[in-house]
């Protein structure tokens, strides 16, 4: 009888031994099925190869998706200094291992004083504003802080080491950046233009060596004795003191009060997924409404074929024009009614602006479009970690080199997000944060999840609406839909169709009276990951040259 049972524990035994065996070949099988250019556990996509993999490499270590998005901004800011850094500000959109998602937004604010005739003072068609007079007091490093507070694993100074050691040592210079720096004018402050210029005052190119050693001993201070460093003390009164040489209106109390808001991510339903994103003043809203308006076509791959592909791009053209007219909603809740604003990410909103889409365009009134500049810049991290958390950032300085006002004391450059304001609203507040197009997003169904935004101000909607459509409903692969061609409509409701778009469509949209001209520069670069049947695919945007990493 023991014999017996003996013989059935071994059989039950070897039997459970069989079938973990083919659970395990099924996941080595499934694995091996992962394209070529995907990941199996996490993956980081900044708009620098090199950035990428600082933040893969601190996830490696054990870090959080946010100790990832944080080390990779920090990169970013040595990278792309003319897109972000730590003199602007950020919105983070987390969402935990759990699901649940939290906004956490940084962005510049109002100084306490500031010219009274500064919105006079706004240009009237769009152009960078350089100057002291736009500089928002910065909340870049206090956003840091609180996300690593809430989600961080690793100590917070080994964030900053690969950015200081970068900073310090020197690197050459990507291309991209070379190109901007082209454009640092003579007659701007010196001391920038002195920053990028070699021994005998020309400016530096692509290739060169730079090294940013003031920011390196400001990175080193933040990161030996956390965020106050920045916001009080020392660093504070020598970066108080240059922008106020510079002409500028804070003051070290300005820096003193920052505070980051933690807030609910709205979310909207989107097909299979929850598509989470930061309440105003980021853009949110106008990408909801842009995608919600969007899905009442129900489209699909057949939906770019001959005839109806003219037809998609028309009520995608006017949707993005209807998106136009409510940016004057997008403001600060603090000075404006929320409420308000979140009844235009709803269906029902879209449906009624819908059915106001015909089969022609209309005149700028129609769509309830005032007058406003377009904006430009900004960085985009997105970040999934092997336990499923994720974070997608968006982080800028404004236009390009922000204010070009450079603190030479901190290595600090500052931004111009005060001239965000310009055409949307007739007055300010001190704390105020201007109204942006950011849009970071995580979007969630029960097996996939995806991470992406946008960079290029006013194009970040077109960037981000045109890789989700693109790849969603039109059945192209993440980095197919990311490299598409984009179709962007300006503030002025003109139609601008990015290089290699299709011409027939073009011609189409412009006999349906749609206003066309030719843009100068395209701004949008969308970076993304997403997890899907347990293979991680990332994909920086070639626009700016990025490259993904994970592992």
Known sequence: MARSKARVYACCALML???VAVI??????????????????????ADS????????DILQRGGSAVDGAIAALLCTSVMNPQSMGIGGGSIFTVMDSSGKVKIINSRETVPGQFKSDLLESCPKTFQMTAGSQWIGVPGEIRGYEQAHRLYGKLPWAKLFQPTIQLAREGFPIPEVQGQYILLIDKNETQSLRKLYSDENGNLLKAGKIVKFEKLADTLEMIANHGADAFYTGRIAEDLIRDIQEAGGTLTVQDLAAYNVTVTDAWVVPLGEYQMYI??????????????????????????????QKTRTYHHYVEALKFGNGLKTHIRDPHFSSEEMAK????????????SLIGDKTHDPPYYNITPHLDSMGTTHVSVLAEDGSAVSVTSTINHIFGSKVFSPSTGVIL?????????KVSNIFPGEQPPSSMAPAVLKSRSKTLVIGSTGGSMITTGIASALM???????????????????????????????FDKDVIEALKALGHKHEIAKYFFNVVNAVEKEDGCVCAVSDARKQGKAAGY
């Open 470 to 500: 693109n790849h969603l409903w039109f059945g192209k692969s993440l980095k197919e839909a990311i490299a598409a061609p984009v179709v962007y409509v300006d503030s002025q409701n003109a139609v601008k169709f990015e290089p290699k």
């Open 278 to 307: 930061p309440p105003p003043p980021a853009g949110g809203l106008i990408l909801s409404l842009v995608l919600n308006i969007m899905k009442g076509y129900h489209l699909n791959s057949a939906s770019l074929a001959g005839e």
């Open 24 to 45: 395990v070949c099924i996941a080595v099988l499934v694995r091996r099925k992962c394209p070529d250019d995907s990941f199996s556990s996490a993956a980081v996509a």
């Open 49 to 56: 190869g090199k950035c990428s993999e600082i933040g893969r």
């Open 415 to 423: 931004n111009n997000e005060l001239s965000d304001f310009c055409g």
């Open 17 to 19: 031994l069989c079938v």
């Open 343 to 354: 009844k235009f990410t709803e269906d029902s909103f879209a449906n009624h602006i819908r």
